[in-house]
């Protein structure tokens, strides 16, 4: 026995299509939320990175020193020797 459905009607049109736009409302809503997060996260990872490339300037500067110092020693011990 075939099942009759109920046709369409307007105002159940206008129902689902007001639920549609309540809903794509909320995904922007809620893109924009990921956005605003994911922003955040990037501010924070590249003033992260900006403090582990200062640090490792530092150590460069610092390891620079140490050979220099270690060379001048070494000069200064073979100058001696002679």
């Not at 049109?13 to 955040?40: H, I, W």
Request: proline content about 2%.
């Amino acid at each position: 026995m075939p099942v009759m459905l109920d046709q369409p009607t307007n105002e159940k049109l206008d129902a689902l299509s007001a639920k549609v736009d309540g809903l794509r409302t909320q995904m922007e809503k809620g893109f924009e939320r990921v956005d605003e997060r994911f922003n955040r996260v990037d501010e924070r990872f590249v003033r992260g990175e900006e403090r582990v490339n200062e640090r490792f300037e530092r150590m460069h500067r610092l390891l620079v020193q140490l050979c220099g110092g270690i060379i001048v020693a070494l000069v200064g011990l073979i100058a001696t020797q002679v």
